[in-house]
């Protein structure tokens, strides 16, 4: 199965956020190459939020272009055999954090957002990730910083978006 299938697959099995769902499959069924960076109108994304919920914080890196605080994400590429191992490589990349495991039952959220031309549109397929214990993180070179956050020091250095992801992902542990 190749990766856009999954997508789609993955999408026609998320049952939350039904119009933004359906934005995503329209525009995969629009640009068969809507999974890749080339694709100008936007295209599919992977992220994942690394959280420690024994400790009730969760790992943000600071985006080096961006200056956000935000959850480990990325661009899909063509050796990812699914939107999740896409999630998860971009997590264990920007993380450092070796041994990460995704939260069961699929995608916890989907974020649409505008980027800078010459693409136009980011359709974020979000994830969470579950942090071994013990962990340590490892700044990678596309993060400024990297830093543990408790839960509720999140909506002080995030946007809405990242705040949704945590409550998305609180409600399913």
Do not use: N
């Not at 997590?91 to 505008?114: F, K, N, Q, W, Y």
Request: hydrophobic letters at 40%; one cysteine or more.
């Amino acid at each position: 199965m190749s990766l856009y299938d999954d997508a789609v697959l993955v999408l026609k099995g998320y049952e939350d956020q039904e119009d933004l769902r359906q934005t995503y499959l329209d525009h995969l069924s629009a640009h068969p190459d809507g999974m890749w960076k080339s694709c100008g109108d936007g295209h599919i994304t992977a992220s994942a939020l690394v959280i420690d919920p024994s400790r009730g914080r969760v790992l943000l890196t600071l985006h080096k272009k961006l200056r956000m605080w935000l959850q480990m994400g990325g661009h899909c590429e063509p050796g990812d055999a699914t939107v999740a191992a896409a999630a998860l490589r971009e997590a264990t990349e920007e993380s450092g954090i070796a041994g990460l495991t995704l939260l069961p039952g699929g995608p916890v959220g989907l974020d649409r957002h505008p980027i800078p031309a010459p693409c136009h549109w980011h359709f974020d397929v979000q994830y969470a990730a579950l942090a071994p214990a013990g962990t340590v993180e490892v700044i990678s070179d596309e993060s400024l910083d990297l830093r543990w956050f408790a839960y509720d020091e999140v909506a002080d250095v995030a946007d809405e978006s990242v705040v949704r992801l945590l409550e998305g992902t609180r409600a399913r542990l």
